[in-house]
């Protein structure tokens, strides 16, 4: 079956500091790819996605390219700021079916 | 525009009682869904409709029981609740079914059981 696997967090990082967050993948076929991000008291919200390997998904200084050859999705960003502090998410979705697959999550908290 | 909405954000219940989440949406999407959210384990799929008047079986159904009322609102029912129910619960919408949508999530309801 699908299955998304993603870095054990909590992460803590100072602010301007550079971040990874790992995200490998099971599945067959070509799924399409997700990174949500999950601020505190809230729900889910998109942050960026790609839908064919080698795309390259991008917001708000956020990046994550499909790669098929290694079946990864890794989160990256250049320079954290305190309002990155959250919890993200990596997914993945089948071309046959409805649901997203959810990795586990991993707490980002960046300090002044 | 609201977006996707959900009612009540926080619910205490007995173990037994039954209660119905609220879950609408102002999109126009077809698709809907209901997620749990348990500490460590992400997001599963508890049910989800592709489209009005229909729904199906996710990966965690058991206990639960869903209905599309029309396009906009999509409700799940808990007939009697158990501890292992407490959870985050979370709905969401899409456009239509395609692998390549994006899913909006409504702010959850945050549920304990005694």
């Known amino acids: 079956g699908n299955s998304v696997t993603q870095m054990e967090g909590p992460v803590t990082l100072s602010e301007e500091a550079f971040l990874t967050i790992n995200c490998t993948y099971t599945?067959?076929?070509?799924?399409?790819l997700f990174w949500y991000v999950q601020y505190p008291g809230e729900g889910l919200q998109l942050l960026l996605k790609a839908t064919k390997a080698d795309d390259k998904g991008s917001n708000k200084g956020f990046e994550a390219t499909y790669r098929k050859e290694t079946t990864s999705f890794h989160l990256e960003k250049g320079s954290v700021q305190v309002s990155d502090s959250a919890v993200y998410f990596c997914?993945?979705?089948?071309?046959?079916?409805?649901?997203?697959?959810f990795g586990e999550g991993t707490q980002l908290t960046v300090n002044p | 525009n609201a977006g996707v909405t959900q009612t009540p954000k926080f619910q205490v219940l007995k173990t037994g009682q039954s209660m119905t989440l609220q879950c609408a949406q102002d999109m126009n999407h077809n698709s809907m869904y209901w997620y749990r959210q348990d500490p460590g384990m992400g997001l599963r799929l508890i049910y989800y409709s592709a489209s009005e008047g229909t729904t199906d079986k996710g990966e965690v159904p058991n206990g639960y029981n869903v209905s599309r009322l029309n396009k906009r609102e999509f409700s799940l029912r808990l007939e009697s609740a158990a501890p292992s129910q407490t959870s985050v619960y979370f709905c969401?919408?899409?456009?239509?079914?395609?692998?390549?949508?994006?899913?909006?999530f409504g702010p959850g309801t945050r549920l304990t059981v005694l």
């Open positions: 969401a919408s899409s456009e239509s079914g395609g692998w390549t949508d994006t899913q909006y």
């Open positions: 997914a993945l979705r089948q071309t046959s079916g409805s649901r997203l697959t």
């Open positions: 599945a067959t076929g070509y799924p399409s």
